[in-house]
């Protein structure tokens, strides 16, 4: 039965578990993306957002509650000082998971974890990406501004 099963307790004991969703989040607060299996994503999604949450508001309370997860002060800075000014607007869901499918040695479901704000390729903010024209341009094409023309003539009357 599975009566107050609240977690995946990702067959590991609780400290075990502790410090290994405390180093995925660490490595996602600094390369911003991470491969990992299914099952551990979700549950470092449950992990890490009450932190990003927390992030919003820069106080001592809240950067010591967040060390007490993370225990990395470079991912407290990173978290405090990039992230939280780009999730300030975000009222939750700051992190995507994608399906990759399966892992070849043992089928496992494989996913990748990245923060929304931070993925260049669905950009979210509506700025547009400028798409690589096909065409191929031609180089013997030559601007010339107006004062280098007149200085062109110029030359020519000189010497002719």
């Known amino acids: 039965m599975r ?39 979700k549950a470092l999604r449950q992990y890490i957002e009450p932190l990003l949450t927390k992030s919003k508001v820069d106080n001592t309370h809240n950067r010591r509650i967040v060390f007490s997860y993370l225990r990395d002060k470079d991912a407290i800075t990173e978290l405090f000082r990039d992230i939280a000014t780009k999730i300030a607007d975000r009222p939750g869901g700051y992190l995507r998971i994608i399906k990759l499918g399966s892992r070849q040695g043992d089928n496992a479901d494989m996913a990748m974890v990245e923060l929304v704000d931070y993925n260049e390729i669905y950009n979210p903010n509506g700025k547009k990406v400028k798409k690589a024209t096909r065409r191929k341009s031609s180089k013997n094409k030559v601007k010339i501004d107006n004062d280098e023309a007149v200085k062109a003539e110029v030359k020519t009357d000189v010497i002719s």
């Open 3 to 41: 009566h107050g099963k609240k977690f995946n307790h990702l067959g590991r004991t609780a400290s075990h578990r502790r410090s290994m969703l405390a180093n995925m989040a660490c490595s996602l607060i600094a390369h911003k993306r991470i491969n990992t299996t299914l099952a551990k994503a």
